[in-house]
C-alpha cells in the first residue's frame, strides 16, 4: 500500500472492492495541513488504478472526520503561506493557484471514475465539508456534524458543492450564517443519503458500498459521468472558480485579516469562538483600528 504523511488507503479487509481511504491526523481532528490535499489525490488514483477496487470509503482517524484546514498552520502562525500571503501587496494570482489546487485535489473524490462515500463521524467542518461533499455519497452518524463557519470571516467554500448538494435556499441559510448541521438534519434535508446511531455507522456504510460494489466498474463510471455531466453543465466548474477567488479576498480584506491577527495575537481557539459566537464580527474602518492594535500587541511581545 501507498505511504502518506496525512493519510491511510488500503483496501477492507472483509470487501477487497472496497478501499478505504482514512485520514490520518487524530492529534489534530484530521485538519488539513500542506500534505494532504494532493495525498487524497494520489490516494485516489492509486484506488481508480486497481482494477479489484470498486467503491472508495472516505473516513477520519480518532474523534472525526475532519475538522478543516489546520489554522494552528494557516491562521495563528507567523509564516507567510501562499494562502494567506503578508507580503505586500497581496498576490491574487498566486493565492487562487494555491487553492485551486486544493480545490482540485479534492475534486479528484468526485471526478474519478469510482464512486466515492464520505463516512462522517464527529465533525466534518469548513475544509472538511469540502472534502466530504466532494464524494458521491455522505453517510453520516446522527449526532455527526457538517458545515462551513468560516463563511462568518475568514473563507468561502471553494468547492460551491453546498448550492448544488442542497439546492439555493438552504444553501444560503447555512452560509449566511455559517451554522452547521447534524446528521438527522442533513438526511432530512437530502444533504446525506443515511444518518445512522454513531455505533451503527460502519456497518451501514460498507453496507452500502458493498452493494455498489457488485456492479461492474464500467456500469459505475458511466452512471456516474452521466450524473456529474449535470452538474457541470449547470456551471460548476465556473463557479468554483469564482469561490476561490472570493475565498482569497475573505482572507485579506480587513475584516479576514482581523481575523488573521486575531489568531496571531489570541490564539486560534479564541478567534475561532468570537466568530462562530454571533457576535457582530469587526469590519471596515473597525477592522482596520483593531488591526492597528493587534499589530502593536505582536511587536511588544517577545
Aim: with cysteine; net charge negative; hydrophobic share 45%.
Amino acid at each position: 500500500m501507498p505511504a502518506f504523511r496525512s493519510l491511510l488507503i488500503e483496501k477492507d479487509a472483509q470487501q477487497p472492492r472496497i478501499a478505504r481511504l482514512r485520514l490520518n491526523r487524530p492529534e489534530r481532528l484530521n485538519a488539513i495541513d500542506e500534505h494532504m490535499p494532493g495525498e487524497i489525490r494520489a490516494a485516489v488514483d492509486w484506488a481508480v488504478a486497481d482494477d479489484q477496487v470498486h467503491v472508495i470509503v472516505v473516513e477520519g482517524a480518532g474523534k472525526g472526520f475532519c475538522g478543516g484546514y489546520d489554522l494552528s498552520i494557516f491562521g495563528e502562525g507567523q509564516i507567510d503561506h501562499p494562502c494567506q500571503q503578508e507580503r505586500q501587496p497581496w498576490d491574487p494570482m498566486a493565492d487562487h493557484a494555491f487553492m485551486k489546487r486544493c480545490t482540485e485535489d479534492f475534486m479528484s473524490l468526485w471526478r474519478c471514475p469510482k464512486p466515492t462515500i464520505a463516512k462522517v463521524h464527529g465533525a466534518a467542518v469548513a475544509g472538511g465539508s469540502d472534502i466530504a461533499l466532494c464524494c458521491d455519497l455522505l453517510v453520516m452518524a446522527d449526532d455527526a456534524r457538517i458545515g462551513y463557519m468560516p463563511t462568518r470571516v475568514w473563507g468561502c467554500p471553494t468547492t460551491a458543492m453546498w448550492t448544488y448538494r442542497l439546492g439555493p435556499t438552504r444553501a444560503k441559510q447555512l452560509m449566511f450564517t455559517g451554522d452547521v448541521i447534524d446528521g438527522r438534519t442533513a438526511a432530512d434535508w437530502g444533504l446525506a443519503n443515511l444518518a445512522v446511531p454513531a455505533a451503527e455507522l460502519d456497518a451501514a456504510t460498507i453496507k452500502l458500498a458493498a452493494r455498489i460494489a457488485g456492479v461492474p466498474r464500467s456500469q459505475l463510471a458511466m452512471h456516474k459521468m452521466v450524473v456529474n455531466q449535470v452538474l457541470l453543465s449547470m456551471g460548476l466548474e465556473q463557479t468554483q472558480q469564482l469561490a476561490t477567488l472570493f475565498d482569497g479576498i475573505t482572507r485579506h480584506n480587513p475584516e479576514g485579516l482581523w481575523f488573521r491577527r486575531y489568531a496571531q495575537a489570541e490564539g486560534f481557539k479564541a478567534a475561532v469562538a468570537w466568530r462562530d459566537s454571533g457576535e457582530p464580527i469587526p469590519e471596515g474602518d473597525e477592522a482596520r483600528a483593531r488591526i492597528a492594535e493587534l499589530e502593536a500587541k505582536l511587536r511588544r511581545e517577545p
